[in-house]
Each structure stands twice: as C-alpha cells, then as structure tokens.
C-alpha cells in the first residue's frame, strides 16, 4: 500500500483494543469480511481460521484481513486474548499489499502506532483524521517492512543452511574412512537427524548414505590406481571389515571388480 497517500484511507468507526471474555468467539458468519481490517494480538492464546487455514495466535501474532475473506476465531479460556483491531478501507486499488499473517519479532513501534490511533479515533481531538490516516499509512508501512525482513531472515537461513551441508558433504569426502552414520552427520551440524537427512539429499542430490558410499567408492579409485594398496588393504583403509562385500560395493558404483583397477 506504499502507492496511497494518507488522505486515500478511509477511517471506519470500527476499532477497539479488548480483553476478551472467557466465552469469546468470533463466530463464521454468512457475510464475508467487508473491507479491510487489523487484527493484533497483545496477549493470551487462541486459533484463528482464515480462509479455512488455522492459526495459532499469541502476542505478537498480526493479521491483515481484506474484502471477501471468511474468518472465525476462539481462544483459551484459562489464557483470553488482549486484541486490538481496527477497519479500514481505501479509495484506489492498492499495490504491494502486506501478507495476511506475520509474527512481529519486535512489536513496540507497532504497538504504539496501534495504541495512538484507538486513542485518537476515541478521544477526536483537533486534526484527529488527518493523524489517524497518517498512521494507518504507517501500520502498512511497518507490517510490509517486516514481511521484507523475514524473506531476507529466510534467505540468509537458506544460504547458512546450504553451506552447513555442503561442508558436511566436504567432510564426508575428506574422511571416507570413517564410520559415519546420519546421526552423527546431524549432530555435528546441529541439526535433527530427520531435517539434516531430507536438506542434505535435496541440496547434494543423494541421500546421506548413498553419498558415504560413493565417496569411499571414488577414494578407493584413486587408491588402488595410484597408491599402490591392495584390495584388502584398501577396504581397510576406507572402513570395510568384510573384502567381498567392499569388492560388491565396488562393482555396483563402478561397473568393475577392485582388482580390475589395480
């Protein structure tokens, strides 16, 4: 909504901050949501169904509802939810419309603008309108700054994740000898054996296990063709205790039988 100027908002008398009542709900309801509206969470914990997509809500949690959407909503009886919501409309089409749902990491500058504008809205003080539209104009701003922030928070955890794994993979290449196992692939990436397992073989192309073998496969090449080592020596070396089963392994990767190499 960066292309709208403040005097392009239209104010609705709808808004409020509340504290809900134990038997809260925000029941579906035939009519479709029929403008566009804030929804932020202060406090407490509840579910929020947007669309059909539940949420689970607590401080921080913000949503952005627009025309046509069907939203219901209930929370925790023993934790009630603090909200503030606000109705808004707008005079033109708007461009780069924040997302539905975001989770303020640091919510006190959004917080204070939302406080400001209830505060505003009830009192009607002199030039009240021209500093409520002010101020949505700045909510947008701020729930569409932080939807940046969190694609770039994504984009810097996608790069730190692909170099953990890539020098995992590295890892595993210098030290094929060694009896590695997914767990402790994980563990020295600090990561779940489960995730590691599944980002591994999406970002290397194999699965963590088919690479071990073919690292130890392609070291023994070179071992054999130009260390001089002997199949048994070299099944040693590469961890393999049973010589048949390596000269197995071997073939399969490689279409021929150790001796063949040497």
């Given at each position: 909504m960066?292309n709208l100027?403040?005097?392009?908002?239209?104010?609705k008398?709808?808004?409020?901050?509340?504290?809900?009542?134990?038997?809260?709900?925000w029941?579906?309801?035939?009519?479709?949501?029929p403008?566009?509206?804030v929804?932020?969470?202060?406090?407490?914990?509840g579910?929020?169904v947007?669309?059909?997509?539940?949420?689970?809500?607590?401080?921080?949690?913000?949503?952005l509802?627009?025309?046509?959407?069907?939203?219901s909503?209930?929370h925790?009886?023993?934790?009630?939810?603090?909200?503030?919501?606000?109705?808004f409309d707008?005079?033109?089409?708007?461009?780069?419309?924040p997302?539905?749902?975001r989770?303020?990491?640091?919510?006190i500058?959004?917080e204070?603008?939302?406080?400001r504008?209830?505060?505003?809205?009830?009192?009607?003080?002199?030039g009240?309108?021209?500093?409520?539209?002010l101020?949505?104009k700045q909510?947008?701003i701020?729930?569409l700054?932080?939807?940046?922030?969190?694609?770039?928070?994504?984009?810097n955890?996608?790069?730190?994740?692909?170099?953990?794994?890539?020098?995992?993979?590295?890892?595993?290449q210098q030290?094929?000898?060694?009896?590695h196992?997914?767990?402790?692939l994980?563990?020295?990436?600090?990561?779940?054996?489960?995730?590691?397992s599944?980002?591994?073989k999406?970002?290397?192309?194999?699965?963590?296990?088919t690479?071990i073998?073919?690292?130890?496969?392609?070291?023994?090449?070179?071992?054999?063709?130009y260390?001089?080592?002997t199949?048994t020596?070299t099944?040693?070396?590469?961890?393999?205790?049973?010589?048949?089963?390596?000269?197995?392994?071997f073939?399969?990767?490689?279409?021929?039988?150790?001796?063949e190499?040497r």
């Amino acid at each position: 909504m960066l292309n709208l100027n403040p005097d392009q908002f239209i104010l609705k008398p709808v808004f409020a901050t509340i504290h809900c009542e134990p038997t809260w709900q925000w029941k579906k309801r035939d009519k479709t949501f029929p403008n566009y509206g804030v929804f932020y969470v202060w406090s407490g914990e509840g579910t929020l169904v947007l669309n059909g997509k539940p949420y689970d809500v607590q401080k921080g949690h913000c949503f952005l509802f627009k025309h046509g959407e069907v939203i219901s909503a209930t929370h925790k009886p023993q934790n009630p939810l603090v909200i503030t919501y606000i109705h808004f409309d707008v005079t033109e089409t708007p461009q780069m419309i924040p997302t539905a749902h975001r989770v303020f990491a640091n919510p006190i500058n959004f917080e204070s603008l939302l406080t400001r504008y209830v505060r505003l809205l009830l009192v009607k003080t002199f030039g009240m309108e021209i500093e409520a539209k002010l101020i949505l104009k700045q909510l947008m701003i701020h729930l569409l700054r932080e939807a940046e922030e969190q694609v770039e928070e994504r984009a810097n955890a996608s790069d730190s994740l692909l170099e953990i794994v890539r020098g995992m993979a590295n890892y595993i290449q210098q030290h094929p000898g060694e009896q590695h196992s997914i767990e402790s692939l994980a563990a020295r990436a600090h990561l779940s054996p489960r995730y590691f397992s599944r980002m591994f073989k999406q970002i290397m192309g194999h699965t963590v296990k088919t690479y071990i073998v073919r690292s130890r496969i392609e070291r023994a090449e070179h071992l054999l063709q130009y260390a001089g080592l002997t199949v048994t020596e070299t099944a040693c070396v590469l961890g393999y205790s049973d010589v048949h089963f390596f000269s197995r392994q071997f073939k399969k990767y490689t279409g021929k039988n150790p001796s063949e190499i040497r």
